[in-house]
């Protein structure tokens, strides 16, 4: 079973910075990555993904602001996240792109907030 934990949440006030890791405990080289997120009351929503190859995509709501990128040597994926807003405020999970999923990690708390 794929352990992931993910790391690096916390307070932040609006326009500033975050650096999520999640490590995975298999190599991922070869698989698509990506962060999800879901706030209070709301379903868990795909934030941004990385394929193998390094393509990057993200939810028209961080385009501009937040970075996926992944060290396969660490087997380990990043997510950069800058000029946050309140709304960005939730648990941010990492597993699998596309439709398959390892099973979710205890995920990792930002909160944005004055």
């Known amino acids: 079973q794929v352990q992931l934990v993910e790391s690096g949440g916390g307070l932040v006030q609006p326009g500033g910075s975050l650096r999520l890791s999640c490590a995975a405990s298999r190599p991922i080289s070869s698989i698509s990555m990506a962060w999800y997120r879901q706030a209070p009351g709301q379903q868990r929503e795909l934030v941004a993904e990385?394929?193998?190859?390094?393509?990057?995509n993200y939810a028209d709501s961080v385009k501009g602001r937040f970075t996926i990128s992944r060290d396969n040597a660490k087997n380990t994926v990043y997510l950069q996240m800058n000029s946050v807003k309140p709304e960005d405020t939730a648990v941010y999970y990492c597993?699998?792109?596309?439709?398959?999923?390892?099973?979710w990690g205890q995920g990792t708390q930002v909160t944005v907030s004055s």
């Open positions: 597993n699998r792109g596309g439709t398959l999923r390892w099973s």
């Open positions: 990385i394929t193998s190859f390094g393509n990057t």
